[in-house]
């Protein structure tokens, strides 16, 4: 007894030795955090303080993933957006932000892959394919590196939220709460209406007001929802509207299997379509027809009596609609209603440049593109010019070489002039093995919810491809690549747990 006494005396000196080494660690690193955060603080330099909240807030969040996927939603969704129209000054701190916790749940997926090798065993190919795209994109800029400034900030609006699809597919998350993330979605997408009548009731006119000041500006382009607008600049208007024809087709998609009920399909799907009446996006013309055909395609071919009906009913409130818009754009207009569509014609589609001064339009910018390749620059034509190399805003070289054109106006354009074909090469491969995955899916699986979901994500992928030609906000809006990322994480969720169940059969 006095032996084991003796023992636990001497090995207590030892123990609280450590505890003493550890505490001291502790003390040290607190006291460095706190000049350091101290010596941020004092600099009153917004963007800094930000980031170290932020970063400081991912160390916090790193034991509960599930909350930084909480932030990124709801913050990415409903806040950033907002915030031009009310508080302008924080708007781009508040972004700054939510692409911090986006890259710390990047690097958590990540660590998660390398430490338990099991996580990594059920991951889909296109979520490889999309781990290549971003180490090619970030090597390729390092190469060909111009400034610290142009590659930072493309690799950051490039990547700042597809830590989601990595998250998505290796971290464990179990059912409800992806059933919380799906019903998040469905609120987002409802609220969309009360904003958009606030901004077309309170800032269009406002808007009308200052056009003469701020030449190109268009007064209804603020009516975006919670997707992002400015009081004197453009709006996400195309973004709100694509997102809210995605979750029209997953709608549609959970009634056609009976997952959702016929009186609750009624009830959602007039307060989703409502706010694209609201807006000025002549693509709804395309957009509601193009999901139409991709989610009812099988149908086409078996029941071609039904299809045609619900594709005749589709396309009438597509006509009417745009028929009343156009009508009530050429009222009180100097230019009558068939000079307003050739207009819009002409812009588009023809030879003149699209609204806002540029010389190149979305059918004009990729045959520019190809016309500037030649073998004095193949390494241009391949590889492209490193990220960030066309964007306006920032500065970028390629941009101020042909500036005025609008080399940047699709996303398209943007990643072969950053990444080059092989980069949008492997941008298209990730769409396509996600539509495999998803074909997969709907294949295989017996559970009718996994079904309608698999349908309306290949809906998605579909329009995603629509909206490269279309816009640029898949590569630098946060609002529409929170969508974007975290329907390819769902679908890898997805995945994941089907794969799962078939194994453990």
Not at 128 to 150: D, M, P, R, T
Request: charged share 10%; proline share 3%; with cysteine.
């Amino acid at each position: 007894m006095y032996k084991n006494n003796f023992s636990y005396k001497i090995s207590m000196p030892s123990e609280w030795g450590g505890q003493k080494v550890l505490l001291y660690f502790i003390v040290l690193v607190s006291v460095l955090m706190a000049m350091l955060l101290g010596l941020i603080a004092v600099t009153g330099n917004p963007i800094i303080i930000s980031i170290a909240v932020a970063f400081v807030a991912s160390a916090v969040l790193l034991i509960r993933v599930d909350w930084i996927v909480w932030l990124i939603l709801s913050l990415g969704l409903l806040v950033t957006g907002l915030l031009p129209l009310f508080f302008d000054y924080f708007a781009s701190k508040a972004a700054w932000g939510v692409s911090l916790l986006g890259f710390s749940l990047m690097l958590i997926a990540l660590v998660k892959i390398v430490m338990t090798p099991d996580a990594r065993r059920n991951t889909p190919a296109f979520v490889w394919i999309a781990l290549v795209f971003i180490a090619y994109a970030l090597i390729n800029s390092l190469v060909q590196w111009h400034s610290f400034g142009e590659t930072v900030g493309g690799f950051k609006r490039y990547f700042q939220v597809w830590g989601l699809i990595f998250a998505l597919c290796w971290v464990a998350f179990d059912k409800q709460q992806i059933r919380y993330w799906r019903l998040l979605f469905l609120f987002v997408a409802l609220v969309q209406l009360p904003f958009a009548i606030y901004e077309r009731v309170i800032y269009v006119p406002i808007r009308e007001g200052l056009k003469n000041s701020y030449p190109g500006m268009v007064p209804i382009d603020v009516v975006s929802g919670t997707f992002g607008a400015t009081l004197t600049g453009g709006g996400a208007s195309g973004e709100m509207a694509i997102f809210l024809v995605i979750i029209l087709a997953f709608l549609l998609a959970r009634q056609k299997e009976k997952v959702l009920s016929s009186n609750k399909f009624l009830l959602l799907t007039p307060i989703i379509i409502a706010p694209l009446l609201l807006t000025e996006v002549k693509a709804v013309i395309v957009m509601i027809p193009l999901m139409f055909l991709v989610l009812y395609r099988n149908e086409m071919l078996i029941q071609f009596h039904r299809w045609l009906i619900g594709f005749v009913a589709i396309s009438t409130f597509v006509v009417v609609a745009g028929y009343a818009y156009l009508f009530a754009m050429s009222q009180d207009k100097e230019k009558s209603m068939t000079e307003y569509i050739e207009q819009t014609l002409e812009h588009n589609l023809y030879d003149k440049g699209h609204f806002g001064g540029n010389s190149l339009n979305r059918t004009t910018v990729l045959p520019f593109w190809l016309e500037k390749q030649g073998l004095h620059d193949p390494a241009s034509f391949v590889f492209g010019n490193g990220l960030g190399s066309s964007h306006l805003v920032a500065g970028g070289h390629m941009a101020m070489r042909y500036f005025g054109y609008g080399i940047g106006l699709t996303a398209a354009s943007t990643l072969l002039w950053d990444v080059g074909l092989l980069g949008i090469g492997l941008f298209f491969v990730i769409l396509i093995l996600a539509w495999r995955c998803a074909a997969q899916l709907r294949r295989e699986s017996a559970i009718a919810e996994v079904r309608a979901d698999a349908a309306a994500i290949q809906t998605a992928l579909v329009l995603f491809v629509f909206y490269l030609f279309y816009r640029l906000g898949m590569l630098e809006i946060l609002s529409f690549q929170i969508p974007f990322a975290a329907l390819l994480g769902y679908l890898a969720w997805l995945h994941c747990e089907h794969t799962c169940a078939i194994t453990n059969k």
